[in-house]
C-alpha cells in the first residue's frame, strides 16, 4: 500500500479523499492555490503545497505543478477527485510516465471515453443499449439531413468532444437542422477546439439514471446499482436520489448486469459512471464517466461502502474487497448539492462564512470544506456543501432531509438551501414523479417568473 498521496484537488472533494487515506494509514500532501492557503483542506492534509496563482488553469490545472509537489514530497500516487484534471488524458499519461500511480483507469480507457462518438461506439459493441443515431461522426449537413429523416424528428446534435452540457442543439423539425447542425460545430469549436458532431434521437420525457461500476483492472467488475440525477438545472445535477424511485429490481439486475460485464470486457479499473437516459422502461447510454462523482455518497450510504477507500486499494493492486454477491442494498439515500448562489438566478455569491452549523444525527452526512470566518473565494465553483441522507426507505430519507435542512446554518452568504426547503414541499418530488425538464420548469414557474412580476 502507498504510504503518501496527493491530492489533486480542492473543497469538500479533497477532504473526502483525505478522510479516507487517513483511515488506512496513509499520509495525505494537499496542492493548493494562492486563494486556497487557509482552505479546510490544506489545514486538514499532512503536508501541503502552494503551486500557483488563483485562477484553475495555472494552479489545479497546472500538470507541471502538481508533478513538482509530487517530486518535492515523495507522494506515490495522486487522486484526481473530480472535475479538474480528473479526466483530461495528457496528464494521466504525464503522471503514468513519472511512475507515479493516477489513482482511476488508465490513460486510454479515459481517452476512449472522453470522445463521445467513440465511447458509444465501443459501448454498443460491448451490448449496451445506446440512444438511436449515427454511427459516429457526422461530417456534412447533407448526411445530418438524411440521418433526421431517417430517425425522425426531434433530433439532436452533440460534439463529440462536449461536456458541461455545452455544443448540444435540439432540432424539432426539418426547419431547424441547418441550424442546429452549424450551431453545435461552431460552439464545438470555440468551446473544445473540436468541431466534429454526432447525431441522436431526441428523447423528450427521460429520466437520468447512471449506474455506477467498479473493476479491478484485470477482468473483473461489479456494479452498485443506480442513481437518478434527472434533477437538473442547466444540465447540471442539483438533487440526487439511489435508488431511482421507478427502477424495478430486475430492471437494475439487467442494466447493471450488461454494464459490469462491459467494464470487465474492457479490463476496466476503479470507479466508474455509465450514464443512460431511461423512458418508456428502456434505457439509452449517453455517456461514460471515468472518475469519482460528485453524487457518489449516496451510493455508498446503501451499499455500505466507501468508493474512495476501494479506489485507493485497486490502484495500489490490490483486490477488490466486495464483489455483486456481497453487495446488498439497504434503503434510500439522497443527495442535495448546496451551492453559494443567490436564488432566483442562481448567481454566484462568494462571500465570508460568518457561522456554519452542520446538521447531524442518524443517517445524516454532510460532506463540506466550509468552517466559521471561511472566505468563500470566487474563483471556483459554487459548490459548497452535499448534505446525504439515508432513510430505511424513501419517505424516512425525505423526512430526514426535511429535519437535516432544518439545522443546517450558513450564514454570511446566500445559498441554494431555501431552494430544496421549497422543494421538499412538492407532491411531485414526494412521489418520485420527475424527469430531466421538471426542475427547469419548477424555477420557471416558481422563482424566476415571481420575481419578474
Ligand atoms: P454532457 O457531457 O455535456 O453532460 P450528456 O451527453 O451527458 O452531455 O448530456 C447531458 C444532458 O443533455 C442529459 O442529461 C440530458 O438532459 C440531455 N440530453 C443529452 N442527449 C439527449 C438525447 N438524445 N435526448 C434528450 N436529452 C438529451
Known amino acids: 500500500m502507498f504510504q503518501k498521496i496527493l491530492i489533486a484537488n480542492r473543497g469538500e472533494i479533497a477532504l473526502r479523499i483525505i478522510r479516507a487515506a487517513r483511515e488506512m494509514g496513509i499520509e495525505t500532501v494537499a496542492v493548493h492555490s494562492t486563494a486556497d492557503t487557509d482552505a479546510m483542506h ?204 421507478v427502477i424495478s429490481a430486475e430492471e437494475r439486475t439487467y442494466i447493471g448486469h450488461v454494464c459490469a460485464e462491459a467494464v470487465a470486457e474492457m479490463n476496466y479499473s476503479g470507479a466508474g459512471t455509465i450514464e443512460f437516459l431511461y423512458e418508456n422502461g428502456k434505457f439509452y447510454f449517453i455517456e461514460m464517466n471515468t472518475r469519482l462523482q460528485v453524487e457518489h455518497p449516496i451510493t455508498e450510504a446503501i451499499f455500505g461502502v466507501d468508493l474512495v477507500r476501494e479506489q485507493i486499494r485497486v490502484a495500489a493492486h490490490l483486490p477488490m474487497s466486495f464483489s455483486q454477491d456481497s453487495l446488498e442494498l439497504r434503503g434510500h439515500a439522497i443527495e442535495v448539492r448546496i451551492n453559494a448562489e443567490k436564488l432566483p438566478r442562481f448567481d454566484p455569491c462568494p462571500g465570508r462564512i460568518t457561522q456554519y452549523h452542520a446538521p447531524g444525527g442518524l443517517g445524516v452526512r454532510m460532506d463540506s470544506a466550509l468552517y466559521d470566518g471561511y472566505s468563500i473565494p470566487s474563483y471556483y465553483d459554487s459548490l459548497i456543501g452535499k448534505l446525504i441522507v439515508h432513510g430505511r426507505d424513501r419517505s424516512e430519507a425525505l423526512a430526514r432531509l426535511s429535519r437535516a435542512l432544518s439545522e443546517l446554518i450558513v450564514d454570511g452568504i446566500d445559498t441554494t438551501i431555501p431552494l430544496f426547503h421549497a422543494l421538499l414541499e412538492e407532491v411531485d418530488i414526494q412521489s418520485g414523479d420527475y424527469n430531466i425538464h421538471w426542475l427547469e420548469n419548477w424555477i420557471q414557474r416558481n422563482l424566476t417568473l415571481k420575481e419578474e412580476m
Open 42 to 245: 490544506v489545514r486538514m492534509a499532512d503536508e501541503s503545497v502552494c503551486i500557483g496563482p488563483p485562477q484553475s488553469s495555472e494552479s489545479y490545472l497546472s500538470a507541471a505543478g502538481i508533478m513538482s509537489a509530487c517530486e518535492i514530497t515523495g507522494a506515490e500516487a495522486i487522486h484526481p477527485g473530480y472535475g479538474f484534471l480528473s479526466e483530461n488524458v495528457l496528464f494521466a499519461r504525464v503522471v503514468e510516465d513519472h511512475d507515479i500511480v493516477f489513482i482511476g483507469p488508465s490513460a486510454e480507457h479515459i481517452q476512449t471515453m472522453g470522445d463521445k462518438a467513440t465511447a458509444k461506439d465501443t459501448m454498443r459493441r460491448l451490448g449496451i443499449p445506446c440512444v438511436p443515431g449515427s454511427n459516429g461522426i457526422v461530417d456534412t449537413l447533407d448526411e445530418a439531413k438524411q440521418l433526421a429523416e431517417e430517425l425522425e424528428y426531434p433530433v439532436i446534435i452533440k460534439a463529440t468532444a462536449g461536456g458541461g452540457g455545452r455544443g448540444m442543439n435540439v432540432a424539432i423539425n426539418p426547419n431547424e437542422i441547418e441550424h442546429a447542425f452549424q450551431t453545435a460545430r461552431a460552439e464545438a469549436r470555440v468551446a473544445f477546439g473540436n468541431e466534429a458532431v454526432y447525431i441522436e434521437k431526441y428523447l423528450e420525457e427521460p429520466r437520468h439514471i447512471e449506474i455506477q461500476i467498479f473493476g479491478d483492472g484485470r477482468g473483473k467488475a461489479v456494479h452498485l446499482g443506480e442513481r437518478d440525477c434527472s434533477l437538473q438545472r442547466r444540465h447540471q445535477k442539483v438533487f440526487e436520489e439511489a435508488p431511482g424511485p
